[in-house]
């Protein structure tokens, strides 16, 4: 076997950071990023165009003067964007060749949650990129036809390499005890996440199962009070708000739960992927690219339809059988993800855009 050809890798982060500590995907993402291409990839030299924690959309773009000028003075043999937005400022400084991860086209289909002028601009990045990048990549089968019915991008332009999970971090804890009947979320405690119909669910299932448990992991967003407001007004007992949850304690918070929901209308998130990994059973929503990541692990719920996301919650928590069988799924599922793979997956289409 021939000895690959060194060459170096530039990341640019904006508008995120490199962490695996501030409970937001793609922090995580460019974390997993730098250390496994590091680590597995040694002929690949990695540097990272990351000025730190961006608070909101505005904060970010007081950042972004900066992380351009940043930009400019890397030097490297790939440039890989992170975002669209990202992808837009590096190939407007005519960084090539160019990289950028499109991860999902959630503004051309959900529009209700978020800043307009945010969300336009968004979807004209994801354009300029399809465009003027070498090569787009995305995490899922279905974003790659998307992109290329929708937007026109050509499909070897388009390369798919799923997201990983960290089996260091997330597994089978035989030594922690499954609380009963508890359904746990962790992500963004918003409506476009899902939090209020499942809210609205919960109390479906507290009729067919009185001692049911709704724990909320995640940090408070602007619609706190709403969601507060609603649980107040279905007069709901054990509904638990409990914060951000820290990377140390999510596994054995995955690990207690009977069940781990996921109803956001934006499709994946990370924590069911960590959360099948320790052999918890998941329930999401069939909206975007959920059907492909959940596969036959998890239960699909209609999205934004409390009726039917209670029933799918009451079918899981009233038999034991079925909890076992999901459990056994979601751990085989979860093991063929790894963030090692992602990393020599992308490392593969840097080779490509070099020629190598």
Known sequence: MSTPTPFSLSLFCYPYRA???????HDRYVAELVDNTRSETKHVSVSVVDTGFARNT?????????????????K?????????????????????????????????????????????AIRQSVRTCVKLAKA???????????????????????HVVNY??????????????????TILFVGSVSRAKGVEVLIQAFALVKAQIPDAKLVIGGKASADQPV?????????????????????ADLAENYARATVMVFPSLYGFG??????????????????????????????????????DLAACLISVLASPEKQREMAQKSVAH???????????GNVKVYEQVLGR
Not at 20 to 25: A, E, S, V
């Open 58 to 74: 505005l904060h970010g773009l007081s950042k972004l003067p900066g992380q351009a000028l940043d930009l400019i003075r890397a």
């Open 270 to 307: 990370l924590s069911t992927l960590e959360a099948m990994a320790c052999g918890t059973p998941v329930v999401g929503v069939a909206t975007l690219d959920a059907t492909e990541f959940f596969a036959d692990a998890g239960v699909l719920a209609k999205p934004d339809d409390a009726r």
């Open 164 to 181: 990983g999970v960290d089996h260091q971090n997330y597994f089978v804890q035989p030594n922690v005890q499954r609380a009963d009947k």
């Open 227 to 247: 969601l507060d407001e609603l649980v107040r007004t279905l007069n709901l007992r054990d509904v638990t708000f409990s914060g951000f949850i820290a990377e």
């Open 334 to 344: 979860a093991a063929r993800f790894s963030w090692a793979n992602t990393a020599k």
């Open 76 to 120: 490297a043999d790939v440039y890989h964007a992170i975002t669209p937005m990202g992808g837009t400022v590096a190939a407007l400084m005519q960084k090539q060749p160019l990289v950028v991860t499109v991860h999902d086209l959630v503004p051309f289909h959900v529009n209700d949650f978020d800043n307009p002028m945010k969300n336009r």
């Open 136 to 158: 787009i990549i995305v995490p899922y089968q279905v974003t790659k036809d998307e992109l290329v019915s929708r937007l026109g991008a050509s499909p070897s332009k388009v």
């Open 19 to 25: 962490s695996k500590d501030t409970g937001r995907g």
